[in-house]
Structures are given as C-alpha cells and as structure tokens.
C-alpha cells in the first residue's frame, strides 16, 4: 500500500468520524415528553425551555465544522503519515466524538444555579482537543511529514497555537468554576479566530 493511498485511507476515515460526531449532536434535543402543550403558548414556552440546548448544539456544530474543516487543511500539509500521526490523530478524534456528551450538559445545565460543572468539562474537552492538535503537529514533525519548508514551516504555528489553544481553554474550565455564563460566551467568541485561522491556513496551498 503506498503512501498517498494510506494518507486517503485516514482522510476518508476522519471524514467519516466527524460526520458521525456532528450527528449526534442533535440527537437528544426535543421537547421533553413530559412537557404538556396544550396550546401554541405552551409550545413556546416548550422552545424557550430547550432553547440553552439549541445555542449549544449551534455552538458544538460549529465547533466540530471548523474542527473538520482545519484539519482537512492541516492534512494537506503533508504527502505521508507515519504510525505516531495515526495515534495522534485517534486522540485528536476521541475529542471530536466525546464532544456531544459536554454539549448536551451545556445545553441543560448553562441556565441553571449548578452551570458551572457544565462549562467546566465543556472548556475542558476543548483543552484535551488542544492536546491532540499538539500531538499531531508534534508527529507530523518529528516524522518529517511536511510536503515542503513552507508546509513544515506552517506546522510549527500550528503547533504553537495548540500550545496557545491548550492553556486558553484550561484557564477558561478554571474560571468556569465562577463564571460559567461570562465563560460560555468567551468560549463561543474564540472560535471565531480558530475560522479566521482556518481561511488562512488554506492559502498554504493555494
């Protein structure tokens, strides 16, 4: 088996984990069986119930998008993969997949007086994720896995911003112990820089 098809084989696999993980997002959300709608007054104060359930399902769709969209670029930095970038990169998707359990508990919890724990493990998935990045870059070095000097060149700033992303989001999962709403929302803003990076990165090989 040659290298470029090995390097296809785990595109079409990644492809294939992010499309699941972003299913499931959406899995647990509808109004509860319970909830008696007798009226369109009732069924709107049903919506307004689950409505911290849909921000975090938009919120983990994007995530999960830009994540999938970033990495199908990171890929295309290099030619080949190596055993330790596979390994890397299982890690990198064990985060994509577990992220739906963190969203859903956002979603229930982010209006209510115990948020906290909620925006805790949220913030702190989003650090393992940072670690996974770190991982991949890191093997993909190591490996001397880039297509050129301008690509290596770009997996060391990607490197970098994991380093950035990790203790980002390790600062935000501590201040969430006081601040779960405030740190929710900041959680949300910073990805529009990981889109921003993402456009960018694409230049690479344009």
């Not at 769709?61 to 993969?81: D, E, Q």
């Not at 690509?151 to 911003?161: D, G, H, V």
Request: net charge positive; glycine share 4%; hydrophobic share 55%.
């Amino acid at each position: 088996m040659t290298e470029t098809t090995t390097s296809s084989r785990l595109e079409a696999f990644c492809d294939g984990v992010f499309a699941i993980a972003i299913t499931l997002l959406i899995i647990d959300i509808k109004i509860p069986s319970t909830e008696k709608i007798d009226s369109t007054a009732d069924f709107v104060r049903a919506l307004k119930h689950i409505a911290p359930s849909i921000f975090a399902f938009l919120l983990s769709f994007t995530i999960i998008l830009i994540t999938w969209v970033n990495h199908h670029n990171a890929l295309k930095l290099g030619n080949r993969v190596s055993s330790l970038f596979i390994y890397a990169n299982g890690f990198l998707l064990l985060t994509v997949v577990f992220m739906p359990f963190p969203s859903s508990l956002v979603g229930e919890h982010l209006l209510t007086n115990h948020a906290a724990p909620a925006v805790v493990l949220y913030d702190a998935t989003m650090a393992l994720q940072a670690i996974g990045w770190i991982l991949i870059t890191q093997a993909a070095l190591k490996g001397r896995l880039g297509k050129s000097e301008k690509a290596t060149l770009q997996i060391r700033k990607n490197s970098q911003f994991g380093i950035f992303a990790f203790v980002l989001y390790s600062v935000f999962a501590i201040l969430a112990i006081w601040f779960p709403l405030i740190i929710a929302a900041v959680t949300t803003v910073t990805w529009i820089f990981w889109l921003v990076w993402g456009i960018r990165l694409k230049h690479v090989y344009n």
